[in-house]
C-alpha cells in the first residue's frame, strides 16, 4: 500500500505511534522490546533471570534528533532509544547505520542489582535497506536482536530482542515512493542495465562422431555396390547362382 507517511496517515488501517524530526525524519510503528533481567526473588531462593516486555509508550516521549546526520532519539522515563541512518550513494541505499537502547534497570519491577544497560545492533548491520528515492513499509512482524556494549565495543551478549510492526520509516525528506519489505529484509529490485544484443554463435563444424558415422555410411554404399556388380558380372558369364543352387 504506498502512503505519503503523515499527509496520508489516515489511510493506513493499523493504528501506530508516529515520531517526527523537524519535518525531515519520520518513523511510525509498532516498537516494543523483550529485556532479560535478573528479578529479586520473592522469597528465600536465588534471584533469577526473566524477560519483560517494554512497548515505546504513547504519552510522555520526547522526541530529538537532527536531519543530517539523520537521527531520531526518543526516551521516556529509564529509556532512551536511538536511530542513527547512513547513505550509501555508491549502491543507491539507505539503511539504518545504528539502533540503540539505553536503559537503567531499576525502573523495572524489582530488578536485583540494578545497573545501567546500553545494547545496540550488530556493526555489519544494515537494517531497514531501502533504495534512495523509496522510504521503508514493512506490515509484517520483525525480530532483532541488541547486544550489550561493553567500553563501548559491542559484545555477543544478546540482552534484548527488539520487535517491530507496522513500520514506516522516512529518514529524508526527499523520499516520496514504498518500498515494501518481505518477511526478512526489503526487496530491493537493481536497475536494468543496457546490454548488447547477443552475437550469433557460428556453425561449430563437423564433430567427431558425425564424420565417423559418414564414413560408415558412405562403405556401406561401396560395399553395397561392389555386391551388385559381382553378381551381374556371374550371372552374365553363366556362373551358377549360389543362392539358387538346391
Known sequence: MKALHILLISAITFSCDCWNVNDCVSVSGDVYFNLNYTKKPSDATEPKSTVIKVSIPSDGVSVNGTCDPARLEL????????????????????????????????????????????????????????????????????????????DGKVTEENRVNMTTSNLVVKPYKSLKKTELCTMDEVTIKPTPKPTDPPKPTPYPGPSGSRVAWTCTIVSLLIICVCGILIYHNRTRDGLPDYATMG
Open 75 to 150: 526516551k521516556w522515563k529509564g529509556f532512551d532509544f536511538s536511530i542513527l541512518f547512513a547513505k550509501d550513494t555508491e549502491n543507491d541505499h539507505w539503511f539504518a547505520q545504528s539502533i540503540s537502547l539505553a536503559y537503567d534497570e531499576s525502573a523495572l519491577p524489582d530488578a536485583y542489582n540494578a545497573t545501567n544497560v546500553t545494547v545496540k545492533t550488530n556493526d555489519k548491520e544494515k537494517l531497514f535497506l531501502t533504495r534512495l528515492t523509496h522510504f521503508y513499509q514493512c506490515n509484517s512482524s520483525d525480530t532483532h536482536p541488541l547486544y550489550r556494549l561493553t
